[in-house]
């Protein structure tokens, strides 16, 4: 009984919230969280037509999730070319990301709200063959009406934290039983997600732990010449890199650049903050510190009197991480939870993080294990990190030491390919 009320309460105020949505809607377009020229799609209207054939829906939570599905998108249409495949998410940095990053055949739109006339609205459209979450935030809308027009849904490189675990353990445990029970088969990150989704109700023979996608992710793209002419122009100068940065940690990484500069003056540092829409902001902050700073984005160039060059633009990491033989992963000097540690990996950068790191908390112990990561905690041992890995051999061991982890979890994607491709096959095929 608990159960039904649970979400029966929960779907009749969603099929009537149509005008506290809208409110919610300019409350975050005002907050700049919304595509004021996409906000239809957030109402489930569609700005692209379906394609004709065979469509895969995956439905990710931001830019990491997103990524993670590229190079197994890719590997789908490659074994099956008359596959599409539409990805949704839920930010507008996720957006901007995927508009410049998918592949040919795959189309992204923003979720809908979990409104349920916006929700029919949204899969009338689209009408998918295959519903695939990769988050373990639960929308009980979206899947409740996915799963009563019988397309099969599934959920991959699902990780779940404790405070997520704690949530709907204590208050909404019935709901999230029925939800979890939608599925047809979990793959999981790691065995703790497995031990809190058993826990919450998703029954034990549907789960199998795989490890997370993003090991199987293929390295982040490069411009081969853009990459050649930064090379020439840094010309042999030594470098490292503060990637993916949150507001609090550019100041420590400054602080960390200045002590590194009184042991090598010549030193650059390239900071790439997380959200490029910060970057005045951040040039600010550089300017008090009182270091000399071009801008990506404006198309400068760092000369010798440089020492930070701020790349304030989206899609270029993988040119970062290639010109940097030492990477800071932003993220985990402050409370975020850190940020992918297999992309510096996979392009031979050496890596340092800081102590913040439960998105990827299995990943960084494996690391640490190996030897492949070193940890740092305030500016002072960051700088220290950054002069003792000028050592190249150093750096290179290091770096190595991550590449193997990274490349020892590879068949991730293969597993998630061969079930999804399977669970189509198995699937009846529903009229678009």
């Not at 969280?33 to 829906?57: H, T």
């Not at 704690?166 to 445990?173: A, E, P």
């Not at 031990?195 to 023979?205: D, N, V």
């Not at 294990?369 to 750096?395: C, W």
Request: net charge negative.
């Amino acid at each position: 009984m608990a159960i039904s009320l649970a979400l029966s309460a929960y779907l009749a105020f969603s099929a009537r919230a149509t005008r506290y949505a809208e409110r919610k809607l300019a409350d975050r377009l005002a907050a700049g969280k919304e595509d004021e020229d996409r906000l239809d799609e957030r109402r489930g209207i569609p700005s692209e037509p379906r394609p004709k054939g065979p469509l895969i829906w995956f439905h990710a939570a931001s830019v990491g999730e997103s990524l993670s599905l590229l190079e197994l998108i890719r590997r789908m249409g490659e074994d099956r070319p008359e596959l599409n495949f539409l990805v949704t998410t839920g930010t507008v940095t996720s957006a901007q990301v995927m508009a410049a990053r998918l592949p040919a055949g795959a189309v992204h739109q923003f979720v809908p709200v979990d409104v349920l006339p916006w929700v029919r609205r949204f899969l009338d459209h689209w009408k998918p063959d295959l519903a695939v979450w990769t988050e373990s935030e639960f929308w009980p809308a979206l899947l409740t009406e996915t799963r009563a027009r019988a397309i099969p849904m599934v959920l991959i490189n699902a990780r779940m934290s404790k405070a997520s675990h704690d949530r709907w353990r204590w208050f909404l445990r019935p709901m999230v039983r029925k939800l979890l029970r939608k599925f047809d088969i979990a793959h999981v990150q790691d065995d703790i997600t497995a031990g809190y989704l058993r826990r919450l109700g998703l029954p034990a023979e549907r789960l199998h732990v795989t490890g997370t996608l993003k090991e199987g992710a293929a390295a982040l793209p490069v411009d081969e010449a853009e990459r050649t002419r930064m090379a020439r122009h840094l010309n042999g100068r030594p470098v490292w890199l503060a990637a993916s940065t949150h507001e609090g940690e550019e100041e420590k990484v400054l602080e960390a650049h200045i002590q590194a500069l009184r042991v090598n003056h010549r030193l650059l540092l390239i900071l790439v903050p997380r959200h490029p829409n910060r970057a005045d902001e951040v040039a600010a902050l550089i300017d008090r510190h009182r270091l000399s700073v071009a801008r990506r984005s404006e198309g400068e160039l760092p000369d010798t009197d440089t020492q930070v060059y701020l790349a304030d633009t989206m899609g270029e990491l993988g040119l970062w991480y290639r010109l940097a033989p030492i990477s800071f992963v932003g993220g985990s000097l402050e409370p975020i939870g850190g940020h992918n540690p297999f992309e510096p990996a996979a392009l031979g950068s050496a890596i340092l993080h800081g102590p913040y790191v439960t998105n990827f908390v299995d990943i960084f112990q494996r690391l640490t294990e190996a030897h492949a990561a070193r940890l740092v905690t305030s500016p002072g041992s960051l700088a220290e990190a950054v002069t003792d890995l000028q050592n190249p051999d150093k750096a290179a061991e290091l770096a190595h030491a991550a590449w193997e982890v990274c490349s020892a979890g590879a068949d991730v994607t293969d597993q998630a390919l061969e079930m999804l491709l399977d669970r189509l096959d198995s699937a009846p095929r529903l009229a678009p």
